[in-house]
């Protein structure tokens, strides 16, 4: 991470999960960071109780500012049902709680960490999506509670970052799409074999946001890239 200051510090929320540890393992791996904070779900934090949330972000305040924050939460397949493959299976809880977890969960944490990002330089606040979630990218169809809510969660990052140009305008706003990777979210749709390592998507990633230019005049800070660097329709 060449675009932050030296001793640059981070938080990693999600970060017992797959790609959330391997994030963590490569930010304390980082010369030039001087501390990653993890926040998960074994630390009492929980998507759905803003409570927590809140009591997590008072948590990390204690080192603030940070220059980068990474959330790494999300789920496609919850309480045991995975994405629907057409409108048959459309079900309201289920697409409730595809909200709650990949929209509503995320826009919360936005709400109380993007309070502790830095304000005198360069910051990142990265947010893990995905390519299906694209409008533009949509070639395929079906999996619509997922595909619909992280559609949702890029608007709400979106938002996120024209108003940070206003009270932070050195700070960026990225969605991730981190490739497919070996973990249990892709297990039960895609052979390991063909899926990335998750350090693989996690060093990609990091190197696509120090890649990132800075906001200028006439340009918010809101970015949609992959694993490569490459940028994503919204």
Request: proline share 6%; glycine share 10%.
């Amino acid at each position: 991470m060449q675009s932050l200051n030296e001793g640059f510090r981070a938080v990693v929320m999600g970060s017992t999960g797959t790609i959330g540890a391997a994030f963590v393992d490569a930010l304390k791996h980082n010369p030039r960071c001087a501390g990653v904070v993890e926040m998960s779900r074994r630390d009492g934090m929980l998507l759905e109780d803003e409570d927590s949330i809140k009591a997590a972000a008072a948590y990390c305040a204690k080192g603030a500012p940070f220059q980068l924050i990474i959330d790494a939460t999300g789920a496609l397949t919850i309480d045991g049902h995975g994405p629907e493959k057409h409108l048959g299976a459309l079900n309201a809880a289920q697409l409730a709680r595809q909200f709650e977890v990949n929209t509503i969960g995320p826009a919360l944490l936005l709400k109380h960490f993007v309070p502790l990002l830095d304000s005198q330089q360069r910051a990142i606040y990265a947010k893990l999506s995905a390519r299906v979630g694209s409008i533009a990218d949509n070639r395929l169809g079906g999996w619509y509670g997922y595909r619909a809510a992280k559609a949702a969660l890029n608007m709400v990052l979106q938002s996120a970052a024209i108003e940070l140009a206003r009270r932070k305008p050195l700070a960026l706003v990225a969605a991730m799409q981190p490739g497919t990777v070996a973990s249990p979210l892709t297990q039960p749709f895609v052979n390991p074999a063909d899926c990335l390592l998750p350090s693989t998507a996690a060093q990609g990633l990091l190197a696509a946001l120090d890649g990132l230019p800075a906001p200028h005049k006439g340009h918010v800070g809101a970015y949609f890239v992959d694993h490569q660097g490459r940028s994503i329709p919204w």
